[in-house]
């Protein structure tokens, strides 16, 4: 398979970092953005990684290429903290991404349905390549069945449960900015626990849509920011580039989540409140019971037989042009 994968995620670089990697991969490998002819790219970005798939005639000069342009746009050390692979290798990693073996949160759920977006959205505005069809397709059915066979999720501590218990607050009053993923599981976890929800997001009728769905009270946009210091709890879930939230005096102190890559709070506000970063979340999580290593463990052994199985079907329809290469069979 001529496919390969450049990346950067929670486990090799700090924050910080990370940030300065994803802006530089938003800013050139964004879907749309054509480098040159041959050379076509899926982006996949997540509060823990970014990463930037890559299928041509020869991989390794497209990896020196898109190296070359990283290093124009980022002026910070950061290549000793990038992890890249090639051919079978690129699809383990990418199955075992969409298991969620290789999230800070393991066995969590978004990622299947993050990845499956990134492939979507770059062929609404791209022609992609036969590998890099069946890299995504059999990557996504991967984790599928990994979930089906293997009951990672149960009893696994999750991101709202870390939120929960690193507010430490009984009853707090909840803002929560942006309509996005992570923050539909997040007012979920929270609804059962009876917080007091507000949500606030950019577009009006996605803010009522959400009120109504979630019975959430709604805070028009243009009310943030004179407002969210009235709350108990701040929880940032949105893409953009700035901050959202910047430093200014706080008359009562306010705990803030800032769940985005990059990050959408000013760390300045760390200085005159509590302020956690997806980071510090992740670092609440690390508690792993026997019993789930030993789940882990066959998950990883399923992941591993079933990338040789596609890598193996792959070189032998290559050789039987007739033969589909791929279907859509992850839906």
């Given at each position: 398979m001529r496919i390969g994968v450049i990346g950067i995620n929670h486990k090799l670089a700090e924050l910080k970092v990370r940030e300065l990697f994803a802006w530089a991969a938003h800013s050139r490998f964004r879907?749309?953005?054509?480098?040159?002819?041959?050379?076509?790219?899926?982006?996949?970005?997540?509060?823990?990684?970014?990463?930037?798939?890559?299928?041509?005639?020869?991989?390794?000069?497209?990896?020196?290429?898109?190296?070359?342009?990283?290093?124009r746009e980022i002026k910070d050390d950061f290549e000793q903290r990038l992890y890249s692979f090639f051919g079978k290798d690129?699809?383990?990693?990418?199955?075992?991404?969409?298991?969620?073996?290789?999230s800070a949160i393991v066995a969590e759920t978004?990622?299947?349905?993050?990845?499956?977006?990134a492939y979507e959205q770059t062929m609404g505005s791209a022609t992609l390549p036969l590998d890099m069809h069946y890299l995504f397709q059999k990557a996504l059915q991967t984790g599928?069945?990994?979930?089906?066979?293997?009951?990672?999720?149960?009893?696994?501590?999750?991101?709202e449960d870390a939120i929960w218990h690193m507010g430490n607050h009984p009853h707090p009053k909840v803002l929560?900015?942006?309509?996005?993923t992570i923050n539909q599981r997040v007012i979920e976890g929270l609804k059962r626990k009876n917080c007091a929800l507000t949500l606030t997001n950019r577009s009006g009728p996605i803010l009522e849509e959400w009120g109504q769905k979630y019975n959430l009270k709604n805070l028009p946009w243009q009310d943030?920011?004179?407002?969210?210091?009235?709350?108990?709890w701040v929880i940032s879930g949105i893409k953009s580039p700035h901050y959202i939230l910047r430093d200014q005096p706080l008359q009562t102190p306010v705990t803030l989540f800032d769940l985005s890559v990059p990050r959408t709070i000013d760390p300045a506000l760390g200085?005159?409140?509590?302020?956690?970063n997806i980071d510090h979340l992740n670092q609440h999580l690390q508690t792993r019971s026997e019993k789930l290593q030993l789940l882990l463990n066959q998950a990883e052994t399923l992941v591993?037989?079933?990338?040789?199985?596609?890598?193996?079907?792959?070189?032998?329809?290559?050789?039987?042009?007739q033969e589909p290469i791929y279907e859509r069979a992850y839906l």
């Open positions: 879907p749309g953005h054509s480098l040159h002819p041959g050379l076509a790219m899926v982006l996949l970005t997540t509060c823990n990684r970014t990463e930037i798939y890559f299928s041509s005639e020869d991989p390794s000069e497209s990896h020196i290429y898109l190296l070359d342009i990283l290093r690129c699809l383990l990693h990418l199955a075992r991404v969409t298991s969620g073996l290789d978004e990622i299947q349905g993050q990845v499956k977006a599928k069945k990994v979930r089906s066979q293997i009951p990672l999720s149960r009893g696994l501590p999750n991101l929560v900015i942006g309509a996005s943030l920011q004179g407002q969210w210091p009235s709350f108990d200085q005159r409140t509590s302020l956690i591993t037989e079933m990338t040789h199985r596609h890598t193996s079907l792959f070189s032998k329809r290559r050789s039987s042009p």
